[in-house]
């Protein structure tokens, strides 16, 4: 069997194994803190099933969400992940994720976008609305982007933190879902101005310096003097940007219509000529690695709840994470999305279909948590992407 073929095989029978009544857990290891419901994780393993339309574990899917919903608070805030034997909630720990929220919403109208489930949604509508009500209060400012906390999303102990591009770009996802099945003018109108936001103030330009829409003018000026088209700021501060590569929002904004085709074209070639690796194939979820010399490093130490693990070239600071690379890829070109759909492929079959969390950036060397659901996830996303010509979001409302 080739290797693209089996991949698929062997990342739907995780699936499958990590099937319980409440939902989808994170990894089939037995460590307690995968052995829960995730919003992250579950979301992402329900994107995969919707594409591969596997109808059991379509149903695992919807059981994740209403197990989220059931532990929604009072402020319409879902929780990042949920002990299935206990109950026992939780909606972050040094700092809330607010990731959650956003795939939650992603989720619910995913569902009753695949075959026309209205029926999935209506029942969970008013669990959307205060979810959607909560990120509204989440804009700071009002302004319309929402303010990150360092530590708020997938990249729990990495830098990122204030206006971060991955927040906002899953922001404009869930709004172009909730906007497709309601046509809701409001909704739209918010959604349009935050591509718009976006669009400015992290792709920054001497022609839009005196727009209205740049959030901080005296930081913009001085972007202007640091910024290198074509790739977005990774995030930005009320006292600093970076540029450095954030590899998953790029994705996201790649499976979005926030910049125009030919743009996208530049993004993607420009991340895959620069960021890649020249003898393995998965791409590295940030670049460039932070070293002890660099000036972010004391900025990244400290960040963490257990134990360090941001050393060069691991976990977020450098780490090859399936996850990203698997979002990447749906991105993709069919031609050129083949090729390295295979080299994945090969990969995964390296190890033995262990799905892993990540890899080591110069050592290869499969690290993390294996068995995880959002590393065969990714990759089902990028078959189905490539191999079908699906995509894992709603196409944005009109």
């Not at 460590?31 to 591969?52: C, P, T």
């Not at 172009?176 to 309601?182: I, L, P, V």
């Not at 690796?277 to 690695?289: L, S, Y």
Request: proline share 5%.
């Amino acid at each position: 069997m080739p290797a693209r073929e089996e991949a698929k095989e062997k990342s739907v029978a995780l699936l499958h194994g990590l099937q319980t009544t409440s939902g989808f857990l994170a990894s089939k290891e037995n460590v307690e803190n995968y052995e829960r419901v995730w919003a992250r994780d579950g979301v992402i393993a329900g994107l995969a099933s919707l594409l591969v339309d596997n109808a059991s574990l379509i149903e695992t899917f919807k059981q994740t969400l209403i197990t989220l919903e059931t532990h929604q608070d009072e402020t319409g805030r879902i929780p990042s992940n949920v002990v299935p034997s206990t109950g026992k909630t939780s909606y972050g720990t040094t700092v809330g994720r607010i990731d959650a929220t956003l795939w939650y919403v992603i989720g619910v109208c995913a569902v009753a976008a695949h075959g026309g489930d209205r029926a999935f949604f209506d029942a969970h509508k008013a669990s959307v609305d205060r979810a959607l009500f909560y990120l509204d209060c989440l804009e700071l400012n009002g302004r319309g982007l929402l303010y990150i906390p360092q530590g708020g999303d997938w990249a729990d102990e990495y830098i990122n933190h204030g206006y971060v591009l991955f927040d906002e770009m899953l922001y404009y996802i869930a709004l172009s879902a909730y906007a497709a099945q309601t046509n809701n003018q409001k909704t739209l109108a918010k959604r349009d101005h935050l591509r718009a936001l976006i669009r400015i103030n992290y792709f920054p330009t001497a022609a839009h310096k005196d727009n209205p829409l740049v959030y901080h003018p005296a930081l913009y000026a001085y972007a202007l003097h640091d910024y290198t088209p074509p790739l977005p700021a990774a995030y930005f501060t009320n006292h600093s940007i970076r540029f450095h590569v954030d590899a998953f929002a790029i994705s996201l904004l790649l499976l979005s219509d926030v910049i125009d085709q030919e743009a996208r074209e530049s993004v993607r070639a420009s991340l895959r000529a620069t960021y890649g690796h020249n003898t393995f194939p998965i791409i590295p979820a940030f670049h460039p690695v932070i070293t002890p010399e660099s000036p972010e490093w004391e900025h990244l130490r400290l960040n963490f709840l257990y134990e360090f693990r941001n050393k060069p070239n691991q976990y977020h600071n450098g780490g090859l994470w399936p996850l990203v690379h698997g979002f990447f890829l749906a991105s993709s070109p069919k031609i050129q999305g083949l090729e390295e759909l295979d080299a994945f492929a090969e990969v995964l079959a390296r190890d033995g279909y262990i799905f892993p969390e990540y890899y080591h950036g110069e050592t290869f060397e499969a690290l993390g948590t294996r068995s995880l659901g959002f590393s065969a996830s990714a990759y089902l996303i990028a078959y189905e992407a490539v191999v079908h010509g699906k995509t894992p979001f709603i196409s944005p409302a009109s």
